[in-house]
């Protein structure tokens, strides 16, 4: 089977599996935690085999495009909701979830899926360390939004209380916060391999460092009396739209090092 008819199949099955998890969230049935985990599961096995599939056929960790690292930014997220579902049970923020997961991959099937040789700055196995954990993380921040906006929005919460919400937050920042490190500090040793130089200054290293600066001010706030609640909800949210910015905003209006990543 082919990657294009594996992806599809994960496709509509995280889409199939926006149905109960709707009914779960607003209809506040407890019946249907479990199957809608399992069919999130399914597709994401279709999406693994996917991936494998591009992998082996490109010689090389799909993540060398925009097509291919949309496509691995879908997996991560799901992947680390599955992970926040099994620890802190939050199968009722699924719906949200698989919205966004459904949006990333309508985006990426939007890009060219032609497979191409890597480009000389990119053969390096740094590659796979340093993508994966920065998406890794992302997808952690992605769910940490998720619980930031329904924090903030009145009337949304349905049985999920304000305090459920911020150590979710707290929890999925936390899990991320390492990974964005590791992936910062990996694709500065990549960097220096590459171009001979550790920082540069280049657009999205920039952007990274103003990701990370963010989710290390909200780790600290988190420590002071006087911040909590809602504050610190803008904090995450503020968060993930710099990642947003980072990944897909600076590729399109700034200039650098990574316009490869189109």
């Not at 060398?64 to 199968?91: G, H, P, Q, R």
């Not at 997961?101 to 939007?110: C, G, P, Q």
């Not at 590659?127 to 906006?149: E, K």
Request: hydrophobic share 55%; aromatic share 18%.
């Amino acid at each position: 089977m082919t990657e294009s008819n594996l992806l599809s199949i994960a496709f509509f099955i995280y889409a199939a599996s926006i149905v109960p998890y709707f009914l779960l969230f607003f209809k506040k049935t407890t019946r249907l935690g479990r199957p809608s985990m399992l069919m999130v599961l399914a597709g994401l096995v279709f999406h693994t085999a996917a991936l494998a599939v591009r992998w082996k056929l490109s010689g090389h960790a799909p993540m060398s495009n925009m097509y291919e690292s949309l496509s691995f930014f879908s997996w991560a997220l799901v992947a680390a909701y599955l992970i926040a579902d099994l620890f802190l049970k939050i199968s009722r923020l699924g719906f949200f979830v698989l919205l966004c997961n459904i949006a990333i991959l309508v985006y990426a099937f939007s890009h060219d899926k032609t497979m191409k040789p890597l480009m000389p700055a990119l053969q390096s196995n740094w590659l796979l360390l340093h993508v994966s954990s920065c998406f890794l993380s992302y997808g952690a921040f992605a769910i940490s939004f998720i619980a930031a906006a329904i924090y903030l929005f009145p009337g949304s919460k349905q049985e999920l209380t304000l305090e459920k919400l911020d150590a979710v937050m707290y929890k999925a920042i936390l899990f991320g916060f390492p990974l964005l490190t590791f992936g910062v500090a990996s694709g500065a040793i990549w960097a220096n391999e590459a171009w001979g130089r550790y920082w540069s200054w280049d657009p999205k290293e920039t952007w990274s460092l103003v990701t990370w600066l963010i989710y290390a001010l909200y780790l600290h706030l988190r420590l002071m009396k006087a911040w909590g609640g809602k504050k610190l909800a803008w904090v995450a949210m503020t968060g993930f739209l710099s990642v947003i910015f980072t990944y897909i905003g600076v590729n399109y209006l700034m200039a650098g090092l990574h316009s490869y990543a189109r």
